[in-house]
C-alpha cells in the first residue's frame, strides 16, 4: 500500500495567498468603480448629462483615492509604526492639507458650471469654523476618515500575514515533532529488538525470521515513506500492528496482548501520523508486570460515516521505579502537543486509572 500525500502545505500557502490577492484586487476595483461610475446614474431626467460638471466632481474622489494608496501602500508600511508615528502623522497632515488645497484652487479658478445670474446683487460668505471655511474642514474630516480606512485594512493584512507566518512555524514545528519522534523511537527500540531475535535464532528459527519482517516492514515506513503530513488510517495501523508484534517478543507467556482494529478495507480516512506509538509504548512500559499477569489491550476504530477515529488503550498500572525507568522516554506531553496541531478543537482525549487500576488512553478524533 502507498501513502496518498495531500497537497504540499507550501503549495496550499501560495494558493491561499494568491486567491487572497485577486479577492482583494477585486474588491479595491469594485470600490472604486463605483465612486467614479455612480454620478453617471443620477442625472436629472429629460436633461443632458453635464459632462464638464462630472469630470469637475472627479477631482475630489481623485483626491481620496490617491491618499488611500498613499497610506495602503506606503506610508502604513514605513512608518506606522511606534517610533514613527509622528512622521505618519506629519505626511498625512501635509498630504490632506495639499489635496484639500488643491481642490479649492481648482475650483476657485475654473470657470462655473452655468452663468451667473445678474439679478443676484450679494456674494454669500462662506461658513467659517477655527478660521477656515466649513466645506475645507469637512473635505479634511472625510480625507481623515480614507486615512482610517487605509491604516485599518493595512493592518488587518499585516495581521493575515503574520497568522500565515505563525501557521507556517506551527507546521514546521509539527513536522520536527514527528522527526524528533521517530529519531527517538528508533534507536532503543531497535536495539531491544535486534537482542530479542538475537535470542531467538536459537531455539526458534521461524519464529526470528517472522521478527525480522516484520522489522523490516516497520522500518521501512519509518524511514522511507513520507508521514510528515497525513497518511492512510490503513498504513498506521499496520504500523502499529508490526510494532505490538515486535514489542510482544519481549513478553512472557502470562502477558496477553491484543489489537483490535475497525477499520473498513477500502478506508480512506487520513491521520495525523505517529500519535498513538507513544501511547502504545507506554502501555507496555507500565503496563507489564514480571511477576503478575498481565493484559494489554488495544483498540483502534474508524467510522468513515460519523467522520470520527477513535484509539483506545487499556492496561494495569505498574509504573516503573525511578531505578527502572529508561532513557529516552517519549512521554505524554508529545502526544497533546501533537493532538492540539493536527485536531484544534476537534478531539478529546481522557486518560488515568480507574477504580480497577486499569490504566486507559482514550482518544477520539473528529476529522471533519
Known amino acids: 500500500m502507498t501513502i496518498s500525500n495531500l497537497p504540499n502545505a507550501a503549495d496550499l500557502e501560495d494558493d491561499k495567498r494568491r486567491r487572497r490577492a485577486i479577492g482583494e484586487g477585486i474588491l479595491h476595483l469594485a470600490v472604486w468603480t463605483y465612486i467614479f461610475v455612480t454620478p453617471l446614474f443620477f442625472g436629472r431626467d429629460h436633461e443632458a448629462f453635464d459632462w464638464a460638471h462630472y469630470f469637475r466632481g472627479l477631482l475630489y474622489p481623485m483626491g481620496m483615492c490617491v491618499l488611500f494608496y498613499?497610506?495602503?501602500?506606503?506610508?502604513?508600511p514605513q512608518y506606522f509604526e511606534p517610533k514613527r508615528h509622528w512622521r505618519f502623522v506629519l505626511i498625512n497632515l501635509l498630504a490632506i492639507a495639499a489635496i484639500v488645497g488643491l481642490h479649492s484652487l481648482c475650483f476657485t479658478h475654473l470657470p462655473p458650471l452655468s452663468p451667473p445670474h445678474h439679478?443676484?446683487?450679494h456674494i454669500e460668505r462662506p461658513m467659517m469654523l477655527f478660521g477656515l471655511p466649513f466645506f475645507m474642514i469637512s473635505k479634511m474630516l472625510s480625507h481623515l476618515f480614507i486615512v482610517a480606512i487605509a491604516i485599518m485594512l493595512r493592518l488587518s493584512k499585516r495581521w493575515w500575514q503574520s497568522e500565515m507566518a505563525l501557521q507556517r512555524a506551527e507546521r514546521r514545528?509539527?513536522?520536527?515533532?514527528?522527526?524528533n519522534l521517530k529519531n527517538q523511537l528508533n534507536p532503543h527500540f531497535l536495539l531491544n529488538?535486534?537482542?530479542?531475535i538475537y535470542a531467538l535464532v536459537a531455539f526458534d528459527t521461524e519464529q526470528a525470521q517472522h521478527a525480522i519482517e516484520e522489522l523490516s516492514k516497520l522500518l521501512r515506513y519509518m524511514l522511507y515513506e513520507d508521514i510528515t503530513s497525513e497518511v492512510e488510517v490503513q498504513q498506521e495501523a499496520e504500523f502499529l500492528r508490526h510494532y505490538i508484534a515486535l514489542m510482544s517478543l519481549?513478553?512472557?507467556a502470562q502477558v496477553q496482548v491484543t489489537f483490535d482494529t475497525d477499520?473498513?478495507?477500502?478506508?480512506?480516512?487520513?491521520?495525523?501520523?505517529?500519535i498513538f506509538i507513544s501511547l502504545v509504548e507506554n502501555a507496555f512500559k507500565h503496563g507489564v508486570s514480571p511477576c503478575q499477569p498481565s493484559h494489554l489491550h488495544i483498540t483502534f476504530a474508524v467510522d468513515e460515516a460519523a467522520g470520527t477515529v477513535r484509539f483506545l488503550c487499556t492496561n494495569p498500572n505498574h509504573p516503573k521505579s525511578s531505578a527502572d525507568k529508561s532513557p529516552g522516554g517519549i512521554g505524554l506531553n508529545l502526544v497533546a502537543s501533537r493532538l492540539a496541531l493536527a485536531y484544534p478543537d476537534r478531539h478529546t482525549w481522557h486518560y488515568g486509572v480507574d477504580s480497577d487500576g486499569i490504566y486507559r488512553s482514550d482518544i477520539r478524533i473528529r476529522l471533519h
Open 70 to 76: 498613499l497610506n495602503y501602500l506606503y506610508l502604513v
Open 119 to 121: 439679478h443676484h446683487h
Open 173 to 179: 514545528r509539527a513536522e520536527a515533532e514527528v522527526s
Open 193 to 196: 529488538t535486534l537482542n530479542n
Open 250 to 252: 519481549r513478553q512472557t
Open 263 to 274: 477499520i473498513p478495507a477500502d478506508c480512506k480516512v487520513k491521520v495525523a501520523p505517529l
